[in-house]
Every structure is written in C-alpha cells, then in structure tokens.
C-alpha cells in the first residue's frame, strides 16, 4: 500500500494559479501510474490528470487540457499538478492517487476504479 499526502490548495481567485504536491511513500513510485482527481460537493469524483513512467506520458480531461500539466519527480517520490487560468469551476477536493495498472503500457488509468491508493484530499476554492 502506498501512502499519499496531498499538499498546496488553498483559495485563489479566477485566472490564478496553484501548484498542487502529492508525496508518496515506497520505494516502487516510478512503477505506479498517478492520477489526479476532484470532487465538487453533491458530485462524482472526476478524473483530472494521469501519467506513467518517468513522466513522459501524460493524459488530461477535456476541460483542463492547455491549463493544468502534471509531472513526477521520481527520486522525489512526487507527484504534481500545475494549475493555471483557474475558473470557479474548478473548485472541488483535489485527490491524488496510485495505480498498479499493468496493462499495456500505451495506456494511462483514468478511471477511479483503476487507482489503489488515495490521499485525503486537499481542498482548492477559485473565487469569481
């Protein structure tokens, strides 16, 4: 099991950006897909961003492809979410979480039920 710790939300307002942290424990992070999801209150836990590997692959949502990037660092053990152009919609509890995924390696989980692991979540609020 890994363990996720979510860091870097916070209140921001439209246009802003934010950078959000996850760390991971274990010493097998580079194997693991990682994802980023969020939830708005009384909604689904939506898929946001994924990558595998070193990195270099990548897959985003429609609705923040151009304004999002995520990126590992895998000496590190962590996972980031770069945020830019934020839009009140945006607002939700931002989760990070670990895939064992080992399918094909084309392919990048995006769906809840492919992640083992999650963290508690952080909470970005993008005022009007």
């Known amino acids: 099991q890994v363990q996720l710790v979510e860091s870097g939300g916070g209140l921001v307002q439209a246009g802003g950006s934010l950078k959000l942290s996850c760390a991971a424990s274990g010493r097998t992070f580079s194997t693991y897909a990682m994802g980023w999801f969020r939830q708005a209150p009384g909604k689904e836990r939506d898929f946001v961003a994924a990558t595998r590997g070193s990195g270099g692959l990548t897959y985003y949502a429609d609705h923040v492809k151009g304004r999002f990037t995520i990126s590992r660092d895998n000496a590190k053990n962590t996972v980031y979410l770069q945020m830019n152009s934020l839009k009140p919609e945006d607002t939700a509890v931002y989760y990070c979480?670990?895939?064992?995924?080992?399918?094909?390696?084309?392919?990048?989980?995006?769906?809840?039920?492919?992640?083992?692991?999650w963290g508690q979540g952080t909470q970005v609020t993008v005022s009007s």
């Open positions: 979480a670990a895939s064992r995924y080992s399918g094909s390696v084309l392919y990048i989980p995006r769906h809840t039920h492919e992640y083992d692991d």
